[in-house]
């Protein structure tokens, strides 16, 4: 049975990736290769902290898939209105609102 992926796994995913609580695609893909660039163990092959940067790689990659599989898995509009809001930044924020006031009212 596969693990349902949580609130709280999406927002440990973003803070691993270092994004903000709005963030694009090109942002998270943009934040995963500079972390993975920065803490891939190959660059640490002599470093005795090699296991650790080997854990930090790992984190890494899990939480970019929890945060690619988010996204993929998210409704997107291409309605006319709704790709107008896009350029305002609205629709973005709309739907974050309704996700989180999913959370929040599923735990009431």
């Given at each position: 049975?596969?693990?349902?992926?949580?609130?709280?796994?999406?927002?440990?995913?973003?803070?691993?990736?270092?994004?903000?609580?709005?963030?694009?695609?090109?942002?998270?893909?943009n934040n995963y290769r500079r972390l993975l660039l920065e803490f891939h163990p190959d660059r640490h092959n002599n470093s005795p902290d090699k296991k650790i940067f080997e854990e930090?790689?790992?984190?890494?990659?899990?939480?970019?898939?929890?945060?690619?599989?988010?996204?993929?898995?998210?409704?997107?509009?291409?309605?006319?209105?709704?790709?107008?809001?896009?350029?305002?930044?609205?629709?973005?924020?709309?739907?974050?609102?309704?996700?989180?006031?999913?959370?929040?009212?599923?735990?009431?």
């Amino acid at each position: 049975m596969k693990k349902l992926i949580t609130f709280q796994d999406i927002e440990d995913a973003r803070k691993i990736l270092d994004l903000q609580k709005t963030a694009s695609i090109e942002d998270v893909k943009n934040n995963y290769r500079r972390l993975l660039l920065e803490f891939h163990p190959d660059r640490h092959n002599n470093s005795p902290d090699k296991k650790i940067f080997e854990e930090k790689s790992k984190e890494i990659n899990n939480a970019y898939k929890i945060i690619m599989n988010y996204c993929m898995k998210y409704s997107i509009s291409f309605d006319a209105d709704k790709v107008k809001d896009v350029e305002d930044g609205e629709y973005l924020q709309d739907q974050q609102r309704r996700f989180y006031d999913g959370w929040v009212s599923s735990k009431e």
